[in-house]
């Protein structure tokens, strides 16, 4: 799936990964590939994300919004 994390100063990460891991205010959740549609708020915490290639990146961020659909994965982050 195609993903993007920006912040409002930077992009952080594009690219395709097989697995998000993300904060959010009600837990911590997971992305795959197909997943149905979301929309969801952010809570400091921890982005974690393997890429296709299986290399394991993480990005610590202080809230944020991620949107999903169709495998394309936008996240934006503070």
């Given amino acids: 799936m195609k993903i993007k994390i920006t ?3 930077a ?3 594009e690219g395709e990964a097989k697995l998000v891991q993300l904060p959010g205010t009600g837990g911590l959740f997971e992305v795959l590939n197909n997943h149905a549609p ?3 708020s952010l809570k400091q915490g921890t982005v974690r994300l ?11 961020i202080r809230g944020g919004v991620v949107k999903s659909q169709q495998n394309d994965l936008m996240i934006l982050v503070q």
């Fill in 38 to 40: 979301i929309i969801s």
């Fill in 50 to 60: 393997i890429d296709n290639e299986g290399s394991e990146h993480t990005f610590d």
């Fill in 11 to 13: 992009s952080l990460y």
């Fill in 7 to 9: 912040k409002p100063d």
